[in-house]
């Protein structure tokens, strides 16, 4: 009796695809593939600069961003492999890319009028309304970023001819579109964003695909491309209109705008502006807001100042005023954004003291490559309501120690709020598990000056070196004798690898809104009338 022997892969010569004899290439589907994955990330970068001036660019956004678009991917990669299976037909593809680029297109024009919208939701003081604004956003890019997962799994299928080569191809075509998203996310956020800003960036992603929708459509197609093409001449216009705006740009970190009051008072306001970054006055160094308070610092040495730096340096308020008060002192700026500095020049009195150095540079780590030393480090990087987590930690702190002089201070500036002090205590706490004293004042409702001494001062002795300050800025001085109180470590310090800064800053305006059923708003000290 004869055996017989069976093919030993008996699958592997199944036809698995309808894509014989259409004409599409592996070179074809690889572009396709490639320009989704492109798409797909400069949307998503881009979407992150829409949202940044409306609600900022901190930890909790991002981790929204990231995990929404990861739905909406997840989704699409579902929807897609079934789609494909039931119609694999390329030209059915094609026409789920040219929706999305259609999708990508418009989200520029249609996401601005939503988040100003969001906007007033979040000035309406409701938390719940917040939440829902913001969610509401986000949920602007669940359309196009669905129909872009759905590319790679539909595209895999066509592609896919027998079992023998499926894990080939699917690698192949993941791979592209894996190296399309780095290129998407890249170019994007290096190139096109700070060049020719968000609008374009996301027009110019629509163009890609529509380009790759139009090599499974059919020549014809590419006049489809041509028309979102013509959307890159459509001027962007103004990304959020504020009253008194005079000047707005997005650089490669962030939102910058500048609004003028009435009065002529400029102020520098950076992504959601929920507080000025900078302030200046024609006729006055003094601004009435927080950057004043760092004045009562030289007093505490007890010996004239000679050297000083500044973490957060944005538009050059604080050097503008030693400028006047105290024209000795050689300052070092460090600012983390060129463009921030440009408009310090432009629109702050920048080049006002001529005692002041800019680097352009973040500031632990300048801190870290410099071998200077100073009478006074002034940190006033802690961007309401957030603060960077690493300029928080025993870490920076312990750097802070190492480059100041001997009877030098560090000078914090820490947002609060007036119902709160777990993140001013936590800070205050891990501050002096690094320095032998600190004192606490609270000029402001939103603010606290934090002052860590390496020479411990007596409560008299503190009140009388300030007391020069009654000739200069009297209710500067008067209000801080009044007020400044020596902190205690009561809680666990922060440190490199556990600094839930933006926990803290969260649970403490929530609790605020509802308590309170008031925003976060900008508070002036005395030192000039509020206009």
Do not use: C
Request: charge should be negative.
């Amino acid at each position: 009796m004869a055996i017989t022997a069976e093919p030993e892969h008996p699958v592997a010569e199944t036809n698995l695809a309808a894509t014989e004899g259409s004409g599409l290439s592996p070179l074809r589907l690889g572009i396709v593939v490639f320009m989704g994955g492109a798409g797909t990330l400069a949307t998503e970068i881009a979407a992150s600069r829409l949202l940044a001036p409306f609600f900022g660019s901190s930890t909790i956004v991002w981790a929204n961003i990231i995990g929404l678009i990861l739905i909406y991917l997840s989704v699409g990669y579902w929807i897609g492999g079934r789609v494909a299976d039931r119609w694999p037909n390329p030209r059915l593809l094609g026409s789920i890319i040219l929706i999305a680029a259609a999708a990508v297109a418009a989200l520029p024009f249609v996401a601005r009028p939503v988040l100003g919208a969001a906007l007033e939701g979040f000035d309406a003081l409701s938390a719940g309304a917040v939440v829902a604004s913001f969610f509401s956003a986000l949920a602007l890019f669940a359309i196009p970023i669905t129909l872009l997962g759905m590319v790679a799994p539909f595209a895999i299928r066509l592609a896919i001819s027998t079992v023998q080569t499926a894990g080939t191809v699917a690698g192949r075509l993941y791979a592209l579109s894996t190296v399309g998203s780095i290129l998407g996310t890249f170019i994007s956020a290096i190139i096109t964003i700070p060049l020719i800003g968000t609008q374009r960036t996301m027009l110019g992603a629509a163009v890609l695909l529509a380009f790759s929708a139009a090599l499974l459509l059919g020549p014809r197609w590419q006049l489809v491309t041509a028309a979102f093409a013509a959307l890159l001449a459509i001027p962007a216009g103004t990304v959020k209109a504020s009253e008194g705006l005079i000047f707005e740009t997005e650089s490669t970190i962030q939102y910058i705008q500048v609004v003028e009051r009435a009065d002529g008072t400029r102020s520098l306001k950076l992504n959601e502006g929920v507080a000025s970054h900078s302030i200046w006055r024609a006729d006055s160094v003094l601004t009435g807001g927080v950057w004043d308070t760092f004045l009562v610092v030289p007093p505490l040495l007890g010996r004239p100042v000679e050297s000083m730096l500044v973490i957060g340096n944005s538009g050059g308020t604080i050097a503008r005023a030693f400028g006047e008060f105290y024209p000795t002192v050689a300052i070092d700026g460090v600012e983390i954004d060129p463009e921030v500095t440009e408009v310090g020049h432009r629109y702050f009195g920048l080049d006002d003291n001529p005692n002041l150095t800019v680097f352009d540079a973040d500031g632990r780590p300048h801190l870290r490559l410099t071998d200077k030393t100073y009478d006074i480090i002034v940190v006033d990087a802690y961007k309401q309501p957030y603060i960077p987590f690493y300029l928080a930690t025993r870490e920076f702190f312990e750097l802070t120690r190492d480059h100041l002089n001997a009877g030098g201070v560090l000078a914090l500036n820490v947002a609060a709020v007036p119902t709160d002090d777990r993140l001013s205590r936590t800070i205050a706490s891990t501050v002096r598990s690094v320095f032998p004293q600190v004192w606490k004042w609270k000029p402001l409702r939103f603010n606290e000056l934090q002052l860590s001494l390496t020479s411990p001062l007596s409560r008299s002795e503190l009140t009388s070196r300030t007391e020069e300050l009654h000739a200069k800025i009297a209710p500067l001085g008067e209000l801080f004798r009044a007020d400044v109180v020596e902190a205690v470590q009561t809680e666990r310090p922060l440190t490199d690898d556990r600094a839930p800064v933006e926990l803290l800053t969260d649970q403490a305006i929530i609790d605020y809104i509802i308590e309170s059923g008031r925003g976060l708003d900008e508070d002036f000290l005395p030192t000039r009338p509020r206009r």
